[in-house]
């Protein structure tokens, strides 16, 4: 810097030198006045800014500033939505955690970044609430290494998005590394989803271990852990159980003494007896309560309880409500699917500790993680594939419809899969904390995974968001509704919002929908959509009687979002789905088409009908050109509050009195607060027309109106903008327009009048857009004609 010479390099010299004296006299410099401190804020380094961030607030001075500035300066790049960015100094550091991780930015390219006190990723990870880990898995490698283990505990508490992209194969040292950051993260921390993007051609070891580890399933101190003992967190949970497990056992035996001692004399009545052996062969062999006291449970073990506590009664309170030992083990003695139980775990444990053996010493066979992936997949008892997750006398092939030919044939393995027991089983291993969201973005999920995930998804009870975007599932999605239907069987689950999205559909949108909902009424959120149809159109199954008939409870559902891939809209097929529907909010309707012109009628009255509550109502890519009527009785309705028609070809065959219809109907309507049009052809005269619907005489609420890709040009825009200004001025300034969308217009083609009609409605609203080129845009339109 000194080098250069000139006023910014010596400005960098006196902050640098600012900066070394505040070492000693950092407690008396946070005392200034403010109109002092706010002078001396820009010439900290990033460390000290950092630790001046309360001072600055006491003087009631705001830092934001000097974080964009920094942003601008060292990152020289535009963030995203940064119109919604509320703390630059949080969005800086969390930028500079990831790109000093990954060692694409050299912190001695800033003398603000070059401090001796600073650790750039110990002293900015307190900030970090998101992180993406990419190719190689390099940061995860890093993370892990022993020279981090203060930024990890740090992560542990403040990171709530884990993003996987790009991934590539990798060996087991970066395994081991993974599945230590993961544990960390997940299992002893604070995160909350896990996302998976942009993976063409997964490596099933590595997917399977991010799935099951964001499930909760680890099983510590073997080959999957990082070190030949568990970790130090899960060493001290387990002395604190060990510590319980005695205790209680002490306070067992003093009871079991006791109750000897004072039934002594009626030792031989038979009452006594039966007494006895129920202790012999409930208190003395229980499984299921030695797992309560001793640590962490299988989904089956955990299944066999929660079937002891809400099956059996019981006049005696829970074992932490001082029960009696007896009254636990009349529940198990008396009851034949926990004997059934029992027996099934006393297997499962000789073969884990068979297991153990073959895998003791500090360095495991590389084969053993991949057995763990694929034995997920096999386990037979699990929640998914134990019968007594399904109902009595239910018929799981009728319900997905199986029959020769039929999609289940593809996901036979879902029931009963053969083949070896590999090292170990989720039996085996611990159950720990697991994450609420897990989104899987263009990964191709083969049947043997989709297994897998079904078998995770049957038992994930914290999981509140699932979202499956083209993964290619095609029959497969019949075994993820598999897990899913046993998920919603227990009481614990929290799962709310399901959204799946693929290339091609292997059923009809409906019949899907039907499926869902039959199966898990919780549901708040449901989104389902597809591109196209089957490409082999004549394998593709043209009805599924189990899920066409399926009876749908009343259920929670608030937002419904539908993507045809332009099959017809039968209202008679999403009727029943509306009818149980009582509580929806928001209904989306996309790429579909219309059988006949009543058919969009007849679904406004279902809608009216059966939805009371409905406030958004969305249509995209549909052809709604020769149904004016029905787009106007939809602007009309008193409960609606924003209506979408997105690409709806409106004005293409309309007339001047639609649209003056339109704009009449809106300016009646008090309750509707956002309109949005894009794509549907406005052009200039249409845009300017619509600002009538502001005029002095209209009783409207509107505050959003989306204009984008409707080809206004910048003189339109102006005009918009004049007439608008003008009608404000006739109500005194009282509007409640406040949000203006404008993507994908013509405003290049002149640059001058495009700023001004910009400069003048931003003083009236928000306006959002881009800096879109339209003779490109054009060009490419032609290119694929």
């Keep these: ?112 970044l070059n401090d001796r006190h ?48 790009h991934l590539l194969s990798s060996d087991q040292s970066i395994r081991r590394s993974l599945v230590l950051l993961l544990h960390r993260l997940i299992h002893h921390g604070s995160v909350s989803q896990v996302s998976m993007y942009s993976w063409p051609v997964p490596d099933t070891v590595l997917l399977v271990l991010i799935l099951s580890m964001s499930a909760g399933f680890w099983r510590s101190g073997n080959a999957l852990a990082y070190h030949s003992s568990p970790c130090g967190l899960c060493r001290e949970e387990d002395k604190a159980q060990s510590q319980g497990s005695a205790q209680e056992q002490s306070e ?26 129920a202790e012999a062969n409930g208190c003395r062999a229980n499984p299921c309560l030695n797992s309560v006291l001793s640590g962490p449970r299988s989904p089956l073990q955990n299944q066999a309880c929660e079937e002891s506590s809400s099956k059996v009664p019981c006049g005696h309170t829970s074992i932490q409500g001082g029960s009696s030992p007896r009254c636990i083990s009349e529940q198990l003695s008396c009851h ?183 199966a898990f009424p ?37 937002q419904l979002e539908i993507r045809f891939p332009r099959e017809p809209l039968h209202t008679m097929f999403l009727l029943p789905v509306l009818k149980a529907s009582k509580s929806l909010q928001q209904l989306s309707l996309d790429s579909a088409t219309l059988p006949c012109p009543q058919e969009l009628g007849l679904l406004l009255e279902a809608l009216k009908e059966c939805n009371p509550n409905l406030k958004k109502v969305s249509f995209h890519d549909m052809n709604l050109a020769e149904h004016q009527k029905e787009v106007l009785l939809l602007l009309q309705d008193p409960v609606l509050q924003e209506i979408t028609f997105s690409f709806c070809r409106l004005f293409e065959s309309s007339t001047t009195e639609f649209l003056s219809d339109i704009i009449n109907t809106v300016k009646r309507n008090s309750s509707l607060k956002s309109l949005k049009l894009p794509g549907n052809r406005l052009g200039n005269h249409r845009l300017v027309a619509l600002a009538d619907i502001f005029s002095k005489d209209s009783s409207s609420s509107l505050c959003q109106l989306d204009v984008s890709s409707n080809c206004i040009k910048p003189d339109g825009l102006l005009e918009f903008t004049k007439k608008l200004e003008g009608h404000i001025q006739q109500r005194g300034g009282q509007i409640q327009f406040t949000h203006l969308r404008l993507f994908q217009n013509w405003l290049d083609q ?27 845009a054009f060009a490419d339109y032609i290119s694929v004609m």
């Design 336 to 518: 034949p699917v926990l004997r059934k139980t029992r027996r099934r775990l006393k297997s499962a444990a000789g073969r884990k500790r068979r297991c153990l053996r073959r895998s003791r010493g500090p360095h495991a066979d590389p084969e053993d993680l991949y057995d763990f992936v694929f034995t997920v997949a096999r386990e037979d008892n699990s929640g998914l594939l134990d019968k007594n997750t399904t109902t009595e006398g239910e018929n799981t092939e009728n319900w997905t419809g199986s029959s020769p030919g039929s999609p289940c044939t593809g996901h036979a393995g879902c029931k009963k899969r053969g083949g070896p027991a590999g090292i170990f089983s989720l039996k085996a291993a611990h159950r720990f904390r697991s994450v609420s969201t897990l989104e899987l973005f263009s990964i191709p999920l083969t049947g043997e995974t989709c297994r897998t995930l079904s078998n995770l998804l049957s038992s994930w009870v914290s999981l509140e968001n699932l979202v499956l975007s083209y993964n290619g599932l095609g029959a497969n999605i019949f075994c993820i509704l598999l897990g899913l239907r046993a998920l919603s069987r227990r009481s614990d689950c929290h799962l709310r919002v399901v959204r799946v999205s693929d290339v091609f559909s292997h059923m009809p949108c409906m019949e899907l929908v039907r499926c869902i909902l039959s």
């Design 1 to 112: 810097m000194a080098a250069e010479g000139g006023p910014g390099s010596l400005l960098a010299l006196s902050a640098a030198a600012v900066s070394r004296s505040m070492g000693a006299l950092e407690r008396d410099v946070w005392a200034l006045p403010g109109h002092l401190l706010r002078g001396l804020l820009p010439l900290l380094t990033v460390f000290r800014l950092e630790r001046a961030e309360g001072a600055a607030r006491r003087a009631g001075l705001s830092t934001q500033p000097i974080w964009r500035k920094l942003w601008d300066d060292v990152m020289k790049t535009r963030p995203p939505n940064s119109e919604n960015i509320t703390c630059w100094r949080k969005k800086f550091l969390e930028t500079f955690f990831s790109n000093v991780l990954h060692g694409v930015l050299d912190v001695s390219s800033d003398w603000r």
């Design 252 to 277: 067992r035996g003093h009871c079991n003494k006791r109750e000897r001692s004072d039934g002594e004399d009626q030792k031989g009545s038979p009452r006594a007896q039966q007494e006895d052996g």
């Design 522 to 558: 919780q549901l708040h959120t449901l989104s389902i959509s597809f591109d196209l149809k089957n490409q082999l159109e004549g394998n593709r199954p043209e009805g599924n009687p189990a899920c066409s008939e399926a009876e749908i409870p009343e259920s929670c559902l608030e």
């Design 118 to 165: 600073f650790s750039p990723l110990l002293h900015s990870s307190p900030h970090v609430s998101q992180l993406t880990l990419c190719n190689m898995l390099q940061g995860a490698v890093e993370l892990a290494a022993e020279h981090n283990q203060k930024v990890l505990e740090n992560l542990a508490v403040s990171l709530r998005i884990l993003k996987f992209q």
């Design 750 to 776: 002149d640059a001058e009048t495009a700023q001004e009609a910009l400069r003048r409605l931003k003083a009236v609203c928000s306006v959002v857009n881009d800096s879109w080129d339209s003779s490109q």
